[in-house]
């Protein structure tokens, strides 16, 4: 059943419409103008439109246009006692499904209805999957991919249990572990291996995205409700229906959209930015941070009843240095996968190579072990990695020494080179994710920008 609105200023036949229409099962909304259609359509929108061509003021064509205008998927049936080849032409070519002649059989007109209302279907279902395709396609080239989980260990075969046991359910879940600990990879596996595998897995990067910006991503927005927004665009909330959101850097939220999103949890509805129709949601939320969220809520930057609503299933994820007899293990993936992807011959690891890798504390956890086989396997030049080829790694290794500059020089420049020296090792740490440096070094992302530009740096951030 639809939504339809008919536009029809002759009174009787508006209202033997409207009762035939809403007989049927449908939603409908009468006006006599077009100046009335558009007093309704804000506040209910509508999946098909009904309106005769000639009307007081603005014409039936002019309904058309604006409508395909607003909203080019929604389908427009015209009406005329007047009809020429001429016009039902132009009608056609603005977009319109059908111009119908009066009079007119309801049932004909009910059937015809009824057909329009299965294409606009068609073509909802068909831009959401393109939506979700061009979402996914975005996300191929950001989101970090380490193939499956791996790892033997003691903490790595508890964590599967509880990924098999928790799958099941359809409750929230909130994943804690430090930065590059797979806490993403631990989200699609337990999508994975839930009841709703077959929908799609959705993931927002809070952290990356301001608070404005992140609440048109997660409710969508309707046309118009700021500058910028040309046509409604559907949320990652509407993307994800019927599969799973993960909701990474959950703690570096703002307060609005806190509020939103205790809503969507508690009630399963949320509205678009700047729209007034409410939209059920059928979506399991899985949320992740590398902070203390109970901190976070202690010092009021995270409601509490949110944090809650999310802790219904709490995964810790271990660091690398505290399951170090997984690094052999993910060392031999990490090289079989990069070799191959490189195009050269698989690569060995030498002994020593091997007992370095695996007395390194790794603070950058396994996406660090990974850029650090890299590195190795880009400079090694025969078919071993040896302790030569993680030199960079060995003096990370050694105990830090304070920063001293050399010699005496201006305060100002001794103190600028300190600060790029830290900006530079943010980034590193960082991966070149901009919120993520800027929570390194406790600063404000618009300080961090204006920094990054002030030492040519800003082509480093991502």
Known sequence: MGRILVVEDNETLREGIAEVLREAGHQVTAASSAEEAWQHWPAEPSDLVLTDLKLPGRSGLDVLREVKGREPLVEVILLTAYGTIEVAVEAMRAGA???????????????????????????????????????????????????????????MQALYATIDKVARADSSILITGESGTGKELVARAIHLRSPRRAGPFIRVHCGALSEGVLESELFGHERGAFTGAVRRRRGRFELAEGG?????????????????????????????????????????????????????????????????????????????????????????????????????????????AMRLLTLYDWPGNVRELENALERALVLCDGEEIDEGDLVSLMQRSAPPRPWMPEGIRPLKEAVEALERTLLERALEQSQGIKAEAARLLDLKPSALYYKLEKYGLHDRVR
């Open 244 to 352: 799973t959101l993960f909701l990474d850097e959950i703690a570096d939220v703002g307060p609005a959209v806190q509020v939103r999103l205790l809503r969507v949890l508690q009630e399963r509805e949320f509205e678009r930015v700047g729209g007034e129709e409410t939209l059920r949601s059928n979506v399991r939320v899985v949320a992740a941070t590398n902070r203390d969220m109970q901190a976070a809520v202690a010092s009021g930057e995270f409601r509490e009843d949110l944090f809650y609503r999310l802790y219904v299933i709490p995964i810790h994820l271990p660091p690398l240095r505290e399951r170090k007899d997984d690094i052999p293990l993910l060392t031999e993936h990490f090289l079989e996968r990069l070799a191959q992807s490189m195009g050269r011959s698989p690569v060995r690891i030498r002994d020593g």
């Open 97 to 155: 499904f059908d111009f119908l002649i009066k009079p007119i059989r309801m049932e004909h007109l009910v059937a015809k209805i009824d057909q329009a209302l299965q294409v606009h279907a068609d073509r909802l279902a068909l831009g959401r999957e393109r939506e979700r395709r061009e979402y996914l396609e975005e996300e191929i080239g950001e989101a970090y991919n380490a193939g499956e989980i791996i790892g033997r260990s003691a903490p």
